[in-house]
Structures are given as structure tokens and as C-alpha cells.
């Protein structure tokens, strides 16, 4: 049980639905609540489907039906994070709204990169390691869910508070939007340095 909770909350950890919310902000201001609502649980869903494949099949996926080294999905992972972080530096909170197409698109750009990446897909490897397929699954299942939770949760809160306080609510999304910059750019170049060194000590 310990492992379990350990596990799911290390997703969850990774998810950060604090930070995936500031990451969506344009998407929070500019939809209504039933659409967001449905667009943020298809990208959990689709979400979940990858998370589980991968705590399923673990590195048998990259190496044997991919031909590739989950080294190799870092770098590539960290470039990505890192071109949106640098979006963020230059244009703010905008930066989202050139990597999505059209409102029936988002759930998918939404699941990938946002929620699917090189941190969370090692978590849910890990997890198909420690606890099985079966309570990895679940473990998967509990972690998404609270995300989207969350951040639906924000939302409301975000829909609540910007009509009584426009000016400070985008204020504050402007700055929280520009250091999510900072942590991403961190982040991203953190992913690529530890895709280097494990690619090249295989």
C-alpha cells in the first residue's frame, strides 16, 4: 500500500496540475467552462491510455517495438519543453496558441507535450515495475484524476474571481506565465542533460 501511494504520488507530483494550469491559461480565459471541461478529461483520458501502455509495457515499447533509447525520448522531450519555454520568455502567455490547431485538436496537444513527457512516462514505467500492471493502472487512474480534478477545480475559481477582478487576474497570469517560463527552460534543459549522460553511458 505504501508503494502504491508512493508511486501515485510521485505522478501526481510530476503532473503538477498547479503548474499544467498556467501552462493552459489561454485556454482558461478563452473557453467556457463545459468545453474546457471536456477538452481537459478527453487530454486525461488519452493521457491515462499512454501512462498505462507504458507502465504495461515498459522499456520492451522503446526498445524492441520502437528501436529506441528512452534516453533518446528525453532529449527529445527536453528540446520540445525548452522551444515552449522560450515561447513563454518572448510572448507570454500566448505561446500556447501557436502549438494548438483547432478547438476539436486540443485535447491531443493538450495530452502531448503537456501531460505526456519524459518525467511522466519514466514514473509510469516505474510504477509497472513496483506494483504490476493491474495496481499501476489504478495508481495511474487515482494520480490523472486528481490532476484534472484540480484543475477544473482552478478553473471555476479563475471564472469566479477574474469578472470582480479583471485587472489584477491578468496581472497576476502575466508574471506566474513568465516565471512558469523560467521553471520550464530549467526543466527542459535538466531532461536533455540526463538524456546525454544515460545515452552515452549505454
Known sequence: MITFLRSSILLF???NPFMLIIYLLDLVRDLDGPTFRRVLIRAGVISTL???????????LFEE????????????GGIVFLLIGL???????EAFKGLRGEAKYLAGSIAMPVMIGPGTVSASMVMGKRLGTGMGSLGILVAVFLSVFIMLFLKSMHDYVRPRSTELVERYVEVIGRVAALVIGTISL???FQGVTAWFSC
Not at 517495438?65 to 527529445?76: E, G, P
Not at 515561447?87 to 507570454?92: C, E, L
Open 65 to 76: 517495438i520502437l528501436h529506441a533509447k528512452f534516453a533518446s525520448f528525453q532529449v527529445f
Open 13 to 15: 507530483l510530476l503532473l
Open 50 to 60: 499512454a501512462f498505462i501502455a507504458f507502465c504495461s509495457l515498459g522499456e520492451f
Open 190 to 192: 535538466e531532461m536533455i
Open 87 to 93: 515561447r513563454f520568455v518572448f510572448m507570454g502567455n
